[in-house]
């Protein structure tokens, strides 16, 4: 059987590629842990690079060459399918292969010393296995090169070539950052990048050119601190007059000339010369006596491991070094590693412009087998196969919902799919809180909930009002009748009447980016997709209504789904806001950063995090914004006026600029305690899609590619906020109550909070419904890769429970930690019982204020009061045996031993509940706790 594989969003590249007729193209299974790769862009790297030659008898070839090889050691393209075992990678991702296809990863070096590059075992793209001069290529996902986004794909393969090599080798030097290194060769277009990479990793960088190197036009680009060249007497006298005993190191991107023959004396006694580009023919003469006398180490680095290759694209994402590049459409038949013998393509001695390699694209059809994703590639498409492809291309594996007779033909058609999961919640509230959850931290940042129609869109509307407020990405389907009936004068079930068939999709068009109906097969696959790209461009909700019956209606198979930036655009130039920005900056004398909700869905945390670290200024948090690394020496704190934080709300109205990223101020932030209007003077406002200056006017922008040009830019650090705040980090609370009181004694919020310190770990989510727990998260110092999820502006009293069952499935790795009051949990606290049937183990900690506490402080009445719960002997009554027998059940196994629930009284039972969910780690854990 053959099937058309897709390409995906082509969210990298930037760049437009033409079809042309499908052709058959046999591939092999995929085996365990193996990806294919749609390569869109290739490279290849100088013979001078690769530690063989073609006819290698000295035993550095890890392996014999197949004859007929395809040639190729570097590409960039779109995973297009997944063997078995694959987690981390999804269908659309792109990634890179580079030189090492795949290792044993079995062996000393690739186990103990995580050195791959030494594996034994290792498969080289290009010589022992097929490489990447094609549009179709294998590697292992152990080996493939994540590229980050709004990385142009064009620019990878220079990367993927040679840019591990040049950070092993920089690191290799061991010398400590600020110090002067050495660069030879540096007129070669590795020299010029190793200068590159250098100097963004924080050394000064002096370069020695030989006299010839010296005439080359090239130096005129060199972006170094130092240039020393004439002689070998004149070079080592001017490298001493800058630095009298020497660099502590030299990295030699060149294996010929005198320069390299002299570098062991140039480096200070004890040094280190890191050798780049060493070819097995070539002879390397150097002065032997005076390297022992001098105690000079002499390494070579021949290429990089995935870790350097990562960090290299990290550079290249951060626009910390440029790649000036031609793309070269690649002849038909460019295959063969003779190819790369003659051709040499990528990187032209001295040129200063790398070559890349345009692989024509010919919509191949390739054989499908036992391909793990995309799963559901059928021949044949009909619109609910065609909805599932959509769906599993977005990235989502959980659907959440309630099933109905108007919803049952899809449900049916979209479950087809092994790779797809359906959760049937307690009601359709429920289930879009749980979509709610999971859009907030699966990877994808997607969620699907499936509903009935009217009686259930509306039930869900409520959860999507809330996804709406903090821009989540959330696809509401709602089976409709058949489009007959639709068609008909009949009063149908579900709905008020006959002329009120459309009160959902009136309901929705206010808080959605689209609300549709797909009522025939005609125009449906053209709605969804467009439906689709508007939700994940806006970062919006959807509602998307279809006729039953047209769940088997035939349809055209589906094209890649592009979402992204037009791929003809340019990136903007944002000269003029940068300018303003550090007019802006140059003259404030004490700016801070205050980060708000919306920043974590535009731009990267490695982008957030290099933006502060370039600015040097204190960085604040709003209550609903936590993702900072709170470790960091710049973190103060969150910034919720006279409510948290004292010293860290001091600071910020001291400060004379406020660079608002992503920030938002409801009535709840600032609790009528700021009034943002008559701040904004002294704000610098980057929203997701614009820039309001202080003078006023605004631009447009996209603030990821803002803020890489501000990285990039001559801003210059002010650290005065810092300083004023040092002595403390506001906004975490160390609890030693836990320590000071008797085992005995009544539990206290303060007890609570340092319990929380024990248990939170790397990856877990915190959840804190709305009310007194939104305060006791803001105490809890969260440790790195965990979050903190709060529902702050619509605040829907119950949303916490489910969402964090979403929280959970999107978050295997981590644990969701649920804070919710008694009044909340028993508006949605029958979730429990989907959390035990989904054997997810979050922890769930139910406060019994006897009543919701935050309204009785507010304005105190009889409503206040609800009824007492025995809460504690709930979840047994939730984890009864099923009614139907899960065949992935152990036989004879206990459904009541799948969860921990404990009463909490006094201070010994929270250690005790503590321990115990930290033990017992793989069941959920509900702890009732009155405080």
């Not at 959850?437 to 509306?458: K, M, Q």
């Not at 409520?462 to 489009?483: E, M, S, W």
């Amino acid at each position: 059987m053959t099937t058309q594989l897709h390409d995906g969003p082509d969210r990298a590249s930037k760049l437009a590629y033409s079809r042309s007729a499908p052709i058959t193209f046999p591939y092999p299974n995929l085996g365990f842990d193996d990806v294919l790769v749609n390569v869109k862009y290739a490279a290849t790297i100088d013979e001078k690079l690769l530690p063989f030659t073609a006819d290698d008898t000295s035993g550095l070839r890890p392996a014999e060459a197949k004859p007929d090889i395809i040639g190729g050691h570097a590409g960039a393209g779109l995973v297009v399918a997944l063997g078995d075992g694959v987690d981390d990678i999804k269908v659309g991702d792109a990634i890179g292969i580079q030189l090492i296809n795949r290792t044993c990863g079995n062996c000393l070096e690739c186990n103990a010393f995580d050195n791959k590059v030494c594996c034994p075992y290792m498969q080289l793209s290009g010589h022992t296995v097929d490489g990447t001069l094609r549009e179709y290529c294998v590697c292992k996902a152990s080996e493939a090169i994540r590229v980050p986004d709004c990385t142009p794909l064009d620019a990878v393969p220079p990367i993927l070539c040679v840019g591990g090599t040049l950070v092993r080798a920089v690191e290799m030097t061991s010398a400590p950052k600020g110090q002067i290194i050495g660069i030879i060769g540096a007129t070669t277009n590795v020299g010029l990048l190793a200068c590159q990479y250098a100097r963004s990793l924080g050394f000064q960088v002096l370069v020695v050119l030989s006299e010839e190197e010296a005439a080359s036009p090239l130096v005129d680009n060199l972006d170094v601190d130092y240039v020393v060249h004439g002689s070998p007497s004149n070079i080592l006298a001017d490298i001493q007059s800058i630095i009298p005993r020497g660099p502590p190191a030299i990295v030699v991107c060149t294996a010929t000339g005198t320069p390299f023959q002299l570098a062991p004396q140039y480096v200070r006694p004890y040094g280190k010369v890191v050798l780049i580009g060493i070819h097995p023919e070539d002879l390397i003469y150097i002065d032997y006596p005076s390297v022992i006398r001098r105690a000079v180490s002499i390494q070579w680095a021949w290429t990089g491991a995935r870790s350097e290759t990562e960090k290299a694209l990290c550079h290249l994402s951060m626009r910390q070094i440029q790649i000036p590049r031609h793309i070269k459409v690649a002849e038909q038949g460019l295959e063969t590693e003779q190819t790369t013998k003659e051709g040499k393509h990528t990187h032209k001695r001295g040129s200063g412009v790398w070559t890349v390699l345009d692989i024509p694209q010919t919509q191949a059809r390739i054989s499908y087998n036992s391909f793990k994703s995309l799963q559901f590639a059928p021949e044949t498409f009909n619109f609910g196969r065609y909805l599932a492809y959509r769906i599993e291309e977005l990235g989502v594996k959980d659907l959440f919902g309630v099933p109905g007779d108007s919803n049952l033909n899809i449900l049916d058609v979209i479950l087809e799919t092994r790779s797809l999961n359906f959760i049937g919640c307690c009601n359709e509230l429920d289930a879009g809180y749980a979509a709610d959850g999971y859009a907030r931290t699966s990877t994808s940042h997607v969620a699907v909930v499936v509903v009935p129609f009217v009686v259930g869109s509306l039930s869900v509307l409520n959860a999507i009002c809330g996804a709406y407020t903090d821009r989540l990405k959330v696809i509401v389907i709602a089976g409709c009748p058949d489009t007959s009936r639709l068609l008909s004068n009949e009063h149908l079930h579900h709905t008020p009447g006959v002329a009120s068939m459309d009160v959902a999709l009136h309901a929705f068009r206010d808080v959605t980016a689209a609300a549709v109906r797909v009522s025939s097969i005609k125009d449906a696959v053209s709605i969804l997709d467009d439906t689709l790209t508007d939700c994940v461009r806006q970062s919006l909700p959807v509602y998307i209504e279809i006729a039953n019956d047209l769940a088997y209606g035939k349809c055209s198979a589906p094209k890649p789904l592009s979402a992204e930036r037009d791929s003809t655009s340019q990136i903007p130039d944002y000269r003029d806001v940068v300018e303003a920005f550090s007019h802006a900056w140059q003259s404030a004398y004490m700016p801070v950063i205050l980060v708000g909700p919306w920043a974590h869905s535009s731009c990267t945390p490695t982008t957030l995090t290099l933006l502060a670290e370039k600015l040097g200024c204190a960085v604040l948090v709003q209550p609903d914004a936590r993702g900072f690394p709170e470790s960091h020496p710049q973190f103060c704190g969150t910034f919720w006026p006279s409510v948290f934080n004292p010293l860290g709300e001091k600071i910020v109205m001291k400060s004379d600029l406020w660079i608002v990223i992503g920030g938002r101020w409801s009535d709840l932030h600032t609790l009528g305690n700021l009034d943002i209007n008559k701040e904004l003077h002294r704000i610098i406002d980057l929203q997701p899609n614009s820039a309001r200056l202080r003078s006023g006017c605004s631009h447009a922008i996209l603030l990821q590619d803002l803020m890489l040009d501000l990285i990039s830019s001559e801003v210059e650090e002010n650290r005065r906020s810092v300083l004023a705040i040092q002595a403390s980090i506001p906004g975490v609370v160390t609890s030693s109550d836990r320590d000071n009181s008797r085992i005995d004694s009544p539990v206290t919020l303060s007890n609570v909070v340092d319990g929380l310190h024990r248990l939170i770990g790397e990856n877990d989510i915190l959840i804190a419904d709305t009310g007194e727990t939104w305060f006791i998260s803001q105490q809890v110092k969260l440790p790195p890769a965990a979050t903190c999820q709060l529902q702050l502006v619509y605040a829907s009293l119950g949303w916490a429970l489910p969402a964090g069952l979403g929280c959970q499935l999107a978050c295997p790795k981590g644990r969701a930690i649920l804070l919710i009051g008694d009044g909340a949990f028993q508006m949605t606290g029958h979730e429990i019982s989907t959390m035990i049937r989904q054997k997810v183990n979050p922890i769930i900690f139910v406060f019994n204020n006897m009543g919701y506490r935050t309204e009785i402080a507010i304005q105190d009445g009889p409503y206040n009061y609800i009824a007492n719960w025995d809460y504690s002997r709930l979840a047994a009554c939730y984890s009864r045996p099923p009614h139907t027998v899960d065949v992935s059940e152990p036989p004879g196994s206990d459904p009541d031993l799948s969860f921990i629930t404990m009463q909490v009284r006094t201070c010994n039972g929270l250690n005790q509940a503590v321990d115990r969910a930290k033990a017992e780690s793989w069941k959920l854990s509900y702890q009732p706790i009155k405080v």
